[in-house]
């Protein structure tokens, strides 16, 4: 007896392609707040989306040759999916992070074959990362592409980090919500998920809002100066704007505390059943935060990313920090 099969090839055809959860227990309304479940990429992050996407346009541009070597810099999401992109094309990967991001990270990075290069902080402690501390990793990593010619993705300049969000993430959001989005709001880090979801969502209809999130004391989106460098949102609000945001898709801005990113984070587990990341509980807030504020209609959909499995994560007692710091 024969019949039809479903069999993915390989890793990589499991990105994408995830389901949008409707928070309701968290917040039973008025209006909705949707989100994308990215810790449900096989490499546990939203960052594979960008992985796959990035190596791709490199090896078809031919940046990237047949078994090349690659080096990334990394918070440690985009470490991940690289690892595993590069686990599965056979290229050699070396990824450069700082010691303050969670240790976690490097553990699955060296687990799927890379070489993950962890550098001293300059002003950081475990768990807050600041863009000194950013820029010491980045100075390594360019030395060692320097010495070894291997390709060096640059995802905070890379266009295909944007790109990757508008081909996939965007049209996916349009396709569940049936076209009804309101508004859209994420974390900022590359700026990769946020303006490339912002911009599908815009050529689809100008209407919907687009939110940057940001650590509160970080702010520079929104002007602000800096006066609290160190935060618990790794991967996000490193004290400057990207290169790759754009103004020209937002409409907003929405400031989250440590302590709101913690309640929601244990929000999402003990009424939603999902343990996440510090980001996904800060975007999980500021929908909330968006909702309340009256800005939007009162039956308003608004769609947000879980960016991240919180099994990468050390709790913040582990850190040594209160809910309050």
Same mark, same amino acid.
């Given at each position: 007896?024969?019949?039809?099969?479903?069999?993915?090839?390989?890793?990589?055809?499991?990105?994408?392609?995830?389901?949008?959860?409707?928070?309701?227990?968290?917040?039973?309304?008025?209006?909705?707040?949707?989100?994308?479940?990215?810790?449900?990429?096989?490499?546990?992050?939203?960052?594979?989306?960008?992985?796959?996407?990035?190596?791709?346009?490199?090896?078809?541009?031919?940046?990237?040759?047949?078994?090349?070597?690659?080096?990334?810099?990394?918070?440690? +999401?985009?470490?991940?999916?690289?690892?595993?992109?590069?686990?599965?094309?056979?290229?050699?990967? %070396?990824?450069?992070?700082?010691?303050?991001?969670?240790?976690?990270?490097?553990?699955?990075?060296?687990?799927?074959?890379? +070489?993950?290069?962890?550098?001293? /902080?300059?002003?950081?402690?475990?768990?807050?990362?600041?863009?000194?501390?950013?820029?010491?990793?980045?100075?390594?990593?360019?030395?060692?592409?320097?010495?070894?010619?291997?390709?060096?993705?640059?995802?905070?300049?890379?266009?295909? +980090?944007?790109?990757?969000?508008?081909?996939? %993430?965007?049209?996916?959001?349009?396709?569940?919500?049936?076209?009804?989005?309101?508004?859209?709001?994420?974390?900022?880090?590359?700026?990769? %998920?946020?303006?490339?979801?912002?911009?599908?969502?815009?050529?689809?209809?100008?209407?919907?809002?687009?939110?940057?999130?940001?650590?509160?004391?970080?702010?520079?989106?929104?002007?602000?100066?800096?006066?609290?460098?160190?935060?618990?949102? /790794?991967?996000?609000?490193?004290?400057?704007?990207?290169?790759?945001?754009?103004?020209?898709?937002?409409?907003?801005?929405?400031?989250?505390?440590?302590?709101?990113?913690?309640?929601?984070?244990?929000?999402?587990?003990?009424?939603?059943?999902?343990?996440?990341?510090?980001?996904?509980?800060? +975007?999980?807030?500021?929908?909330?935060?968006?909702?309340?504020?009256?800005?939007?209609?009162?039956?308003?959909?608004?769609?947000?990313?879980?960016?991240?499995?919180?099994?990468?994560?050390?709790?913040?007692?582990?850190?040594?920090? %209160?809910?309050?710091?």
């Amino acid at each position: 007896m024969s019949g039809t099969t479903d069999i993915a090839s390989s890793a990589l055809d499991l990105i994408g392609n995830t389901p949008l959860l409707a928070l309701d227990r968290i917040w039973p309304g008025p209006g909705r707040i949707l989100a994308k479940c990215e810790f449900l990429n096989p490499g546990g992050s939203i960052k594979d989306r960008s992985s796959l996407g990035m190596i791709k346009s490199a090896i078809e541009s031919g940046e990237l040759k047949p078994n090349g070597p690659v080096l990334e810099v990394t918070s440690g +999401n985009q470490g991940c999916g690289l690892a595993m992109v590069a686990a599965v094309l056979q290229h050699p990967l %070396t990824t450069v992070m700082s010691k303050g991001n969670s240790p976690q990270r490097a553990t699955m990075m060296r687990a799927l074959g890379a +070489n993950a290069v962890l550098v001293d /902080q300059v002003e950081g402690k475990p768990g807050n990362v600041t863009l000194k501390d950013v820029t010491a990793a980045e100075n390594h990593g360019l030395d060692l592409v320097r010495t070894t010619g291997a390709y060096f993705v640059n995802q905070f300049h890379n266009d295909n +980090n944007c790109l990757s969000h508008e081909k996939t %993430t965007g049209p996916e959001i349009w396709k569940q919500t049936g076209g009804r989005v309101d508004a859209f709001l994420a974390t900022v880090g590359t700026a990769g %998920t946020f303006m490339g979801v912002s911009r599908h969502l815009k050529s689809k209809n100008p209407a919907i809002k687009c939110y940057a999130v940001e650590p509160k004391g970080v702010e520079p989106i929104s002007g602000k100066p800096i006066t609290k460098p160190l935060h618990l949102l /790794q991967g996000s609000g490193y004290g400057s704007v990207p290169d790759l945001f754009k103004f020209d898709v937002l409409d907003g801005t929405l400031s989250v505390s440590d302590k709101e990113s913690v309640e929601y984070k244990k929000l999402l587990g003990t009424k939603e059943g999902l343990y996440l990341g510090y980001t996904s509980g800060a +975007n999980v807030a500021a929908a909330v935060k968006l909702l309340q504020s009256g800005q939007l209609p009162p039956d308003a959909w608004v769609v947000t990313v879980l960016n991240d499995t919180g099994l990468k994560y050390p709790e913040i007692e582990d850190y040594g920090f %209160t809910e309050d710091d």
